[in-house]
Every structure is written in structure tokens, then in C-alpha cells.
């Protein structure tokens, strides 16, 4: 069984700085990639940041410089690493597993986890 993780929210002030923790875990080889997405109510999930097999990260330009995905010793864990936090910054935030399935590709998100920031 698939399972994908987040932990690591919470309320910061404006400037701070949060580090949010994803591990997935099940049958989920090979990895393709795995993401954060950010979502606030009556909006869609917009990507924050992408990390692939092979660490090439990707991020918009809205939050280059301030946040970092990376990778633990474990494959199947990912950081993100976020600084200079803004009130924008505040909504759920969601895992993404993207993975070469025996049936082809399949994507699985977490539960999601809240970052709020306040002004």
C-alpha cells in the first residue's frame, strides 16, 4: 500500500522560517520525482517545488532564493526548506509521488499539512 506523508506544519511569523517533511513509503519504485504543492481555499494546487530522481529541483520564480527541496539519506523522504516566509506563503501544503507503476505511472499526494503566516 502506497502512503504518503507530511509533517512539519505550523504557524510562523513573517521572516520565519518552517521545514515541511514528506516520506512515502510502499511499493513506489522507480521514482520518478516528488513535489510540494501549495493550495489555498477556492484555488488550485500550484507546484512550490519538484525534485527528481536524479535532484534537478525546480521551483517558480515566486519562491526561488527563499525555499529549498532536498532529499534525506532516504530516497522516499523529502524536505522542503522554507525561509523569508510571507502571509502569501499560508495555505496547505501537499506532497506529491510521482512513480513508474507496474500498471504505468501513478501519482499519489499526501494528506496535506497547514503553514500559516502571519503578518
Known amino acids: 500500500q502506497v502512503q504518503v506523508v507530511e509533517s512539519g506544519g505550523g504557524l510562523v511569523q513573517a521572516g520565519g522560517s518552517l521545514r515541511l517533511s514528506c516520506v512515502a513509503s510502499?511499493?513506489?519504485?522507480?521514482?520518478?520525482?516528488m513535489a510540494w504543492y501549495h493550495q489555498v481555499p477556492g484555488n488550485e494546487r500550484e507546484l512550490v517545488a519538484l525534485?527528481?530522481?536524479?535532484?534537478?529541483?525546480n521551483y517558480p520564480d515566486s519562491v526561488k532564493g527563499r525555499f529549498t527541496i532536498y532529499r534525506g539519506n532516504n530516497k522516499t523522504t523529502v524536505f522542503l526548506q522554507m525561509n523569508s516566509l510571507k502571509p502569501e506563503d499560508t495555505g496547505l501544503y501537499y506532497c506529491?509521488?510521482?512513480?513508474?507503476?507496474?500498471?504505468?505511472?501513478?501519482?499519489?499526494w499526501g494528506q496535506g499539512t497547514q503553514v500559516t503566516v502571519s503578518s
Open positions: 506529491n509521488l510521482d512513480f513508474a507503476g507496474p500498471s504505468g505511472r501513478q501519482r499519489y
Open positions: 510502499g511499493s513506489i519504485s522507480p521514482i520518478n520525482h
Open positions: 525534485i527528481t530522481s536524479g535532484d534537478v529541483t
